[in-house]
């Protein structure tokens, strides 16, 4: 697939960047092979060939979630630096 040039200026555009001459006739050089290559790609046979997600089988490998104790107010508030009316106070981190 042959890419002209406005094709690359496009390109360039959509992703935002700002080329020089000679990059927009380096990356076009190189967008133009990776297109070979994929285009080389749709050109093999696969029919009957199943498609793969994984090269594994993927299982779940979470543990299973099961309720357990936690903490009572009282040991929530022993290890807080600072406990009020039932609520721990922390630092603020965001600048109004």
């Not at 922390?90 to 600048?95: G, Q």
């Given at each position: 697939m042959a890419l002209t040039r406005r094709d690359v200026e496009a390109v360039a555009h959509l992703a935002r960047l700002s080329l020089t001459e000679a990059e927009?006739?380096?990356?076009?050089?190189?967008?133009?092979?990776?297109?070979?290559y994929v285009e080389?790609?749709?050109?093999l046979p696969l029919e009957g060939v199943e498609p793969t997600t994984h090269l594994s089988p993927a299982t779940d490998r979470a543990r299973p979630d099961r309720p357990a104790p936690g903490l009572t107010q009282a040991e929530v508030e022993a290890l807080a630096p600072e406990f009020r009316a039932g609520s721990?106070?922390?630092?603020?981190?965001?600048?109004?």
């Open positions: 927009l006739e380096r990356y076009g050089a190189q967008l133009e092979a990776i297109l070979g080389s790609l749709n050109r721990v106070r922390v630092p603020k981190i965001l600048e109004e």
